[in-house]
């Protein structure tokens, strides 16, 4: 199983730009696909963004493309989410995942999650 700790997250303007980091441990990193998922309060888990081993496949929500981009850094054990023209709809817990492929992407270890607020 994967170890993954989250980080970046807090509270930042409608526009303006946060970026998550995802720290991995306890498998071989280049191994796993990569993920974001996020909950807002009241609402169910959505998938974000996410990141195949080699970062040669990507694929997003269509309600962040354009603005969010995700990428890995396989010698720091680290992925990365980079949320700029963030809106008050991507207030959420952003979570971090880890599977064999993006297909079982929901399947397979978690983070703990890291608050990210949008205010308007």
């Known amino acids: 199983q994967v170890q993954l700790v989250e980080s970046g997250g807090g509270l930042v303007q409608a526009g303006g730009s946060l970026r998550l980091s995802c720290a991995a441990s306890?498998?071989?990193?280049?191994?796993?696909?990569m993920g974001w998922f996020r909950q807002a309060p009241g609402k169910e888990r959505e998938f974000v963004a996410a990141i195949s081993w080699g970062g040669g496949v990507i694929d997003y929500a269509d309600s962040v493309k354009g603005r969010f981009t995700i990428s890995r850094d396989n010698a720091k054990n680290t992925v990365y989410l980079q949320m700029n023209s963030l809106k008050p709809e991507d207030t959420a817990v952003y979570y971090c995942t880890a599977s064999r492929t993006i297909a079982t992407m929901d399947r397979g270890s978690w983070g703990q999650g890291t608050q990210v607020t949008v205010s308007s």
């Open positions: 306890g498998r071989t990193f280049s191994n796993y696909a």
